[in-house]
């Protein structure tokens, strides 16, 4: 599933479960909790492990650990970005060089409907309009609130090296643009910080839902760009906040 979800300038692997004989890499056994059940343990390594063959991929240092950082996510080799998630049965993980991708993220859920408390609390009122209009004139069994935490989850992931404070539900504010029943496209701009504006897909299949979102240093640095008013592209509006605070 994940090959039909990075950019072309990302690597992505995946796994169903957890192989015989998963262990996290020596030097990565300090980051886990002490006393972490033996699950815990193989679900850490098999994430680990997809990391470091979206590395591989990429043709980068893939064979050394991938510490955590103070806020827990991730530490990539430098010169890399990527995300790894984790739900019942499925472990993925993607990666970039910094010198193709600005921002990347992942996640996975086994959709579950949430309740109407819980939408509330991480949907801005646009998208709770949104939702409303997916679920009335949607025939299919996705649970769409779930699909929008899941977003708002692989954003954050994206978001998180670029943000100086911790990010709220109501940070982001997602569009989903269905394709068919089984996946389509997403976007998501900030509200409020200056953070990269994002592109990205989703697809469901066997009770599985993957969200990927990213953007690409290329689109990054073409935004920034002036237009002069003979340029049929000029824009009246000032250069997106993002590209200003680059």
Known sequence: MIE?????????AEALGDPPGAAPHPAELRFLPPGAIQGRRRE?????ACARSALAALGAPAS??????A???????????????HCD?????????????????IDAERP???????TTAIATPEELHQLRTLQRTSRGVLPWATLLFSTKEAVYKAWHPHARRPLSFRDAEVRIEPCDEARGVLTVRPTRLALPALDG????ADGLLVTVVHQS????????LPRTPSDPRALPSPVPERAAAR
């Open 4 to 12: 039909q979800l990075v950019p072309p300038w990302a690597r992505g």
């Open 44 to 48: 850490f390594a098999t994430g680990r």
């Open 64 to 69: 050394g650990p991938l510490p955590r950082g």
């Open 71 to 85: 806020h827990g996510a991730p530490v990539w080799p430098a010169g890399t970005l990527g995300s790894i998630t």
């Open 89 to 105: 049965g499925y472990r993925a993980a993607v990666a970039a060089r910094t010198a193709d991708g600005l921002a990347l993220g």
């Open 112 to 118: 579950r409907p949430l309740s109407e408390r819980a």
């Open 201 to 204: 897909g989703y697809r469901f």
């Open 217 to 224: 240093l290329t689109r990054a640095l073409s935004s920034a």
